[in-house]
């Protein structure tokens, strides 16, 4: 076994992508995550910063990779016309998601005007594509990693992911919101992870409506804090804070990042190209 297992953020932003001088630190994609295991490429969502990572493959001939896609909001999913390997004849993708998700992707990406990126079937594409619904328990080998998902809670839904391999753990939780108390199956996915990594696109204050805005209860995301909270509970290594608001510049990340601390001390903020190793 290839003794490698990294994470690279290629993108860390939620919602929309987000350019301008003082959000270059953190960076303006929106999500995408390589996570190498051996000589296996996984990648977690196709949002914008897909672009840079698929360049990136085809300059290093990875011409076969797994793509994980938690859900078909926008921001995951608005790479997928520009990631680079789909447009190669010898590279293979198989990409996992959502029950149903092959015609979902296929209809998001057909109703959106992009001229000659647009496409309307995934077999339209160069590359050989093939689409696996997620189900309940199942899990997917790749190499000697082990991929196992569960239902998160977002409007529409959302799957998370937890990545296996060389006795150390991954696991990706976007797009998701707490209840009154941790979600407990996001608890059992992450038991014991080195990394979570964690959407914390709002502050304690924002998502209860404190400062002077409408709150963001039901919206399908969560805080830092309870990011926080999670780590403890799931016995959690390292906290990743994921899918930054659109209009949380350098500075308050990286205010954000502090304040987690406070209660969860092994936190980071996700910034583009940052690297995470666990081997
Ligand atoms: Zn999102
Ligand atoms: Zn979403």
Redesign the pocket.
């Known amino acids: 076994m290839e003794s490698v297992f990294y994470i690279k953020f290629w993108g860390v932003r939620?919602?929309i992508p987000r350019p301008g001088s003082s959000f270059e630190k953190v960076g303006g994609r929106?999500?995408c995550v390589e996570v190498g295991c051996g000589s296996e490429v996984l990648i977690f969502d196709c949002?914008s910063g897909a672009r840079a990572l698929g360049k990136q493959l085809m300059r290093s001939r990875a011409y076969e990779c797994r793509l994980f896609l938690s859900h078909f909001?926008w921001?995951?999913i608005i790479g997928v016309p520009f990631f680079e390997p789909f447009r190669h004849r010898e590279v293979k993708v198989d990409i996992f998601g959502p029950p149903g998700g092959k015609e979902i992707l296929e209809r998001s990406l057909s109703s959106t005007v992009m001229d000659r990126n647009s496409i309307s079937r995934l077999d339209e594409l160069e590359a050989s594509i093939r689409y696996h619904d997620m189900k309940r328990g199942t899990t997917v080998s790749c190499g000697e990693a082990v991929v196992s998902g569960a239902q998160l809670n977002h409007p529409g839904g959302v799957w998370g992911y937890r990545v296996d391999f060389g006795g150390h753990a991954v696991v990706y939780a976007?797009?998701t919101e707490h209840y009154s108390c941790p979600d407990r199956v996001l608890v059992t996915l992450a038991e014991g992870a080195d990394v979570l990594i964690y959407d914390a696109t709002y502050t304690p204050e924002e998502y209860e409506g404190k400062r002077g805005k409408r709150a963001a209860v039901g919206l399908g995301?969560s805080t830092y804090e309870e990011g926080a909270k999670l780590a403890r509970d799931a016995g959690v290594r390292h906290l990743v804070l994921f899918?930054h608001h659109p209009d949380r510049d350098d500075d308050e990340v990286s205010a954000v990042e502090d304040l987690c601390r406070n209660t969860f001390s092994e936190t980071t903020a996700a910034r583009e190209r940052m690297t995470i190793e666990l081997l």
């Open positions: 939620g919602m929106t999500a949002g909001h921001d995951h976007t797009d995301h899918h």
